[in-house]
């Protein structure tokens, strides 16, 4: 919830507007109302599954089987990557500059590379 936070925030600041819109569907979310955080809120919140005769509610995680999940792991990763290199960008480390020839499919990581330990001895992502 807090790197989707962390997101939303970003792109108002990026954007500089007080409101974001989506085009596809002329979706528009507005800065100050809550119902832009009430979605994710929403959607995180009432996960349920049917196991064994009980109905239990999912507490930690993204919600399986949702319609949005896909789309929330794909941006919960993405600004998890973005701080990743931001953070190791200020201190200086050199992978935060070869990972611009990496790339990643929902959760697998492709990285191109002619040094073979480039990126599994500079750091974890």
Known sequence: REKLYFLIDT??????????????????????NASTTGIIDFILKNSFAYYG???????KGIPQGNNASPQIADLTLAIMEYQYIRNNIKVG???AFSLNRTFRYIDDLFHISEKRSEFKNNGKV
């Not at 792109?11 to 974001?20: C, D, H």
């Not at 005769?53 to 507490?59: K, T």
């Open 93 to 95: 480390h050199t992978l």
């Open 53 to 59: 005769g009980q109905l239990y509610q999912q507490h």
């Open 11 to 32: 792109l108002f600041k990026n954007a500089g507007s007080e409101y974001l819109v989506v085009h596809g569907n002329y979706v528009r979310y507005d800065r100050n």
